[in-house]
């Protein structure tokens, strides 16, 4: 009899409630904080890789508001990046789109997109060169 009234307990819905509500997503976080810091024992303190980032431990890298010189380059650094993502976001989405539409236009609208590529291709060439010239990242 004891038995039979913990079940009844056990699979009530205000346990199961508090189950998916408190318990579940309290487990899903701590399971989560741990693997974030087992990830930042393993990946901090190289000494080879910090020994090579000189610019990383400079002023404004280290939290503060880069000012002058320093503040023009630092968001000049992430120029090329910002056109790639400009570039490929609105792809990626007719693309999505495309897959959307009925089979009766999508030829037609695959040659749009096959057309709004081509336009991108010189996009996504400057913003590739951009992002890779180590110029902009030097501020000395």
Do not use: C
């Not at 508090?18 to 190289?46: D, E, H, K, N, Q």
């Not at 630092?74 to 007719?94: D, R, T, W």
Request: net charge positive.
């Amino acid at each position: 009899m004891g038995v039979s009234v913990l079940l009844d307990i056990l699979y009530s819905s205000s346990v199961k409630t508090i189950l998916s509500i408190v318990v579940i997503p309290a487990l899903v976080l701590i399971i989560t904080l741990g693997l974030v810091y087992i990830l930042a024992l393993l990946t901090s303190g190289r000494p080879d890789i910090e020994n090579r980032e000189v610019f990383k431990y400079r002023r404004y890298e280290s939290g503060n508001p880069a000012k002058g010189e320093a503040r023009r380059a630092v968001s000049m650094q992430y120029f090329g990046y910002l056109v790639l993502f400009l570039a490929v976001e609105p792809a990626v989405i007719l693309f999505a789109l495309t897959l959307l539409a009925s089979h009766d236009i999508r030829a037609r609208i695959l040659s749009i997109y096959i057309i709004l590529l081509a336009v991108f291709i010189p996009l996504l060439t400057y913003g590739i060169r951009e992002s890779r010239r180590i110029e902009s990242w030097i501020l000395d």
